[in-house]
């Protein structure tokens, strides 16, 4: 279910599923200022079926970690893309759990933008655009 890792000269296409507008918009602004073609998303399903990127990034939502809602998100996400997925928590569970969720990726939060940046470059497997 892999992905071809990016050439150097192909733009990063990444989507953002974040449930807080304020910071689904900061994620795109950021984002596109490190030349990554950006498409942003309040869940999964306000992902555009048409859509097929490289890397979602996704938040674990809800101020209280819950592995099994998680990992419904991640299913969905899996049956809606090919992408990679890189998952962002403030919670420690989540990092433990990476591989039971079948995340590709994990991000502490709150991170510095080049953190985010790295994450997903190293996700589609190459680090600079």
Do not use: N
Request: net charge negative; aromatic share 4%; charged share 30%.
């Amino acid at each position: 279910m892999g992905r071809t890792p990016l050439g150097s000269g192909e733009r990063l296409r990444v989507a953002v599923i974040e449930d807080d507008d304020d910071l689904l918009r900061l994620f795109g602004e950021l984002l596109t200022d490190a030349g990554i073609a950006v498409t942003l998303a309040a869940s999964p399903d306000a992902l555009p079926r048409e859509w097929d990127g490289d890397v979602i990034l996704t938040d674990a939502g809800a101020h209280t970690y819950d592995r099994a809602r998680i990992a419904d998100r991640v299913r969905c996400l899996r049956h809606r893309s090919r992408a990679r997925i890189v998952l962002m928590s403030t919670h420690p569970e989540a990092a433990r759990d990476t591989r039971e969720l079948g995340v590709d990726g994990f991000l502490a939060t709150p991170a510095d933008i080049d953190d985010v940046v790295v994450a997903v470059r190293a996700a589609a497997g190459r680090e600079r655009a």
